[in-house]
Every structure is written in structure tokens, then in C-alpha cells.
Nanobody, 128 residues
Framework: EVQLVESGGGLVQTGGSLRLSCAAP????????IGWFRQAPGKGREGVGC????????YPVDSLKGRFTISSDSAKNTVYLQMNRLKPEDTAVYYC?????????????????????WGRGTQVTVSS
């Protein structure tokens, strides 16, 4: 429904940084909550965190807090995932997804099933 486009992935060495972007041309992201998820080869889809864009509240998963930061820029209508001190275990396809802002999937317990629209993903590869 909402066409989401992730960008910013690539190949980075261990300890490096990447900033992923999530854009939705033709849609206002402040009307949604945006989640970040990732999926490594052979693994299930894992929550990274989310942001209630309308007020900027973020809910990073505890295991990634301190290395990953979610933010938004209303002027650019873009949500970001800043990833620092990357590890090989972070290698995955990273997706952003949207739920209606009054839905309940974005909070301390990130519920991916509440997110109705998904981007195609962007590959992040962290070399050892």
C-alpha cells in the first residue's frame, strides 16, 4: 500500500558505520509508524526498532541499543537507521515497514505483524 524505498546499504568493514534511509514518495511518513527489520540468510525476520514518526519517539530493541539509532527528518520525509560499530552478525537485508500511526506495533514490544507495507530491502554486508 505504502511504497517504501530503503537505501544506503552496502559493504562495510567490521567497526564501520552505515546510515540507511527509508523514503515513501507520495506518502507522508508522519502518518505512520515506521519499523526497521532485518533478515539474515536462512534466518527469520528480526526487529531492529521503530519510530512513531509523528512525535519522534523511538523504540530500539535492547540488543542493538547503543549501536543503532532511529531518527526521522520531517523536511526530507525520511526515516533513518544509523548503524555504528558494525559486526559481521549485522549482515542482513534491512527493511523498513509502515503501520498506521494509531496502530500498536511500534512500542517496547515491536510487532512486525502490525506493519502492513514493506520496502524491498537493502543489503548490508559487514566483512570480517
Amino acid at each position: 500500500e505504502v511504497q517504501l524505498v530503503e537505501s544506503g546499504g552496502g559493504l562495510v568493514q567490521t567497526g564501520g558505520s552505515l546510515r540507511l534511509s527509508c523514503a515513501a514518495p507520495g506518502f507522508t511518513l508522519a502518518d505512520y509508524n515506521i519499523g526497521w527489520f532485518r533478515q539474515a540468510p536462512g534466518k527469520g525476520r528480526e526487529g531492529v526498532g521503530c519510530i512513531t514518526v509523528s512525535d519522534g519517539t523511538t523504540y530500539p530493541v535492547d540488543s542493538l541499543k547503543g549501536r543503532f539509532t532511529i531518527s526521522s527528518d520531517s523536511a526530507k520525509n525520511t526515516v533513518y537507521l544509523q548503524m555504528n560499530r558494525l559486526k559481521p552478525e549485522d549482515t542482513a537485508v534491512y527493511y523498513c515497514a509502515a503501520e498506521m500511526k494509531d496502530d500498536y506495533g511500534c512500542g517496547p514490544n515491536l510487532n512486525r505483524y502490525s506493519f502492513h507495507s514493506w520496502g524491498r530491502g537493502t543489503q548490508v554486508t559487514v566483512s570480517s
